[in-house]
């Protein structure tokens, strides 16, 4: 392992705001990336400081992904949960707006994670005052993702949160991270990935996302076949692809939606 992986470098102001008692939020989708950020900074933040927020999304989520976020967390570390307030699916949403979610509209990601997480923390912020207003909000968003990511700060003050008493910064400590890093650092601390990776999945979040790769849509279409019915069915419903590519997901993924041979019911942990 090499010793930055060991190190998360931190900025003198994240420094200074954890010396002086600042609550420190890991978001956590219980995916890899998420899975080493918490490793690392549970060796660096006390443990009183630190709570875990997961913005639940049903049944498009992963099987088995909060049991795997509890399974994982440091001792002591709370988890809290942030759902969004409608009560309403990210599917049923879908078809309300006949529009799947885009990457120059990804609401998604603000109504069903961000802005969910949010208020959460707001309230947890309010609901702890020993820490005084200040927050750290701790994501797993890597540079070498995508070249979106890669132009992020690392570092910067949230102003929206910085409001009400609140001092509020955004962090994202495995910023510079490998994949290779992320899985080093997940296998030496003595824990494994969620089972989707080892089941051929590259990214964990929603089983069927708009960023997803072709090879990504067609392993979630083997492994979660019923899902993958619903959701080829509801684009034939709204008449819009979840793919940007305009293709229907059957097209995408080369899997009949239909059923039958080559689906597999692997929904589950493999090999546990
Ligand atoms: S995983 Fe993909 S589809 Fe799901 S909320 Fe995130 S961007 Fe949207």
């Not at 964990?204 to 067609?218: G, K």
Request: aromatic share 6%; charged share 20%; net charge positive.
């Amino acid at each position: 392992m090499s010793s930055r992986i060991a190190d998360v470098p931190v900025p003198p102001r994240c420094n200074e705001m954890i010396r002086a008692g600042a609550l420190v939020a890991i978001n956590t989708s219980g995916g890899k990336d998420s899975q080493a950020m918490t490793i690392l900074l549970a060796r660096i933040v006390p443990r009183d400081q630190i709570v875990a927020v997961h913005a639940p999304l049903g049944e498009v989520e992963w099987p088995g992904t909060i049991e795997h976020i509890a399974a994982t967390l440091p001792a002591g570390v709370p988890l809290i949960f942030a759902p969004v307030a409608s009560g309403k699916t990210l599917l049923e949403r879908v078809e309300e707006r006949g529009l799947w979610p885009s990457n120059s509209a990804r609401w998604c990601t603000s109504d069903f994670k961000s802005g969910p997480i949010q208020r959460e923390l707001r309230r947890y912020l309010k609901a702890h005052p020993r820490f005084g207003g200040r927050l750290v909000n701790a994501m797993g968003m890597r540079a070498e993702e995508s070249p979106a990511r890669a132009r992020k700060a690392p570092w910067r003050r949230n102003d929206r949160m910085s409001v009400a008493g609140r001092e509020v910064f955004d962090w994202l400590p495995v910023f510079d991270l490998s994949t290779e890093d992320v899985f080093r650092v997940i296998r030496h601390a003595g824990q494994s990935p969620h089972w989707a990776y080892a089941a051929g999945m590259s990214r964990l979040s929603c089983s069927f996302c708009i960023l997803a790769s072709r090879a990504d849509l067609r392993r979630a279409a083997q492994l979660r076949p019923d899902l993958y019915r619903t959701y080829a069915a509801l684009e034939r419903r709204i008449g819009h692809t979840l793919s940007p590519t305009h293709r229907p997901l059957s097209e995408v993924t080369g899997v009949s939606p239909v059923g039958g041979s080559g689906h597999q019911d692997l929904t589950g942990p493999i090999g546990a």
